[in-house]
């Protein structure tokens, strides 16, 4: 689930760690020259909203998925207001998943889907806040729930 403003590839850029694609939609993330180029280099792919399934960021994905490459994505494709519900999954996952299991079937190893938690993004960086706050705890972990 994805509640916070801030995201993981932004943490992980921060830290020099990117080991990993990712989506964002292109109002968040590429709205402006400068945060293209962070997020380009951060292995972010932009998605547009209402755009639908046949997409540059879309197929972007489903070729690094094809290249046996990990793609880190939210499902709900938003964040979400209640920390306690989740929101529907969005057709671009299940387009993903469809798109994965035919490169396995043609010998590209399938994907490990991990569910992931974490906790607290949302302190560093609320909705509607435009800097991050300082000294604030993270967590996170494995969920099944």
């Known amino acids: 689930m994805h509640i916070a403003q801030i995201r993981d590839q ?3 850029a921060c830290c020099n760690v990117v080991c990993r ?3 964002c939609a292109t109002d ?3 709205k ?3 945060l293209s180029q962070f997020f380009t280099a951060a292995k972010v792919l932009p998605v547009a909203r209402g755009q639908g399934l046949a997409q540059p960021g879309l197929q ?6 094809a290249h046996g490459d990990w793609i880190h994505i939210f499902p709900e494709g938003t964040r979400s207001r209640n920390p306690e519900h989740m929101l529907p999954v969005r057709r671009g996952v299940g387009r ?3 798109a994965a299991a035919e490169s396995a079937r043609e ?3 399938a994907p490990l889907v991990v569910p ?3 906790a607290g993004m949302e302190d560093i960086l609320p909705v509607g806040s435009s800097l991050p706050r300082v000294g604030q705890q993270v967590g996170g972990g494995s969920s099944l729930a």
């Open 116 to 118: 992931f938690v974490h």
């Open 32 to 34: 402006y020259a400068a």
């Open 28 to 30: 968040r993330c590429f």
């Open 60 to 65: 972007a994905a489903e070729s690094r998925l």
């Open 107 to 109: 010998g590209t190893p």
């Open 96 to 98: 993903l998943v469809v």
């Open 10 to 12: 932004q943490s992980f």
């Open 21 to 23: 694609w990712t989506l």
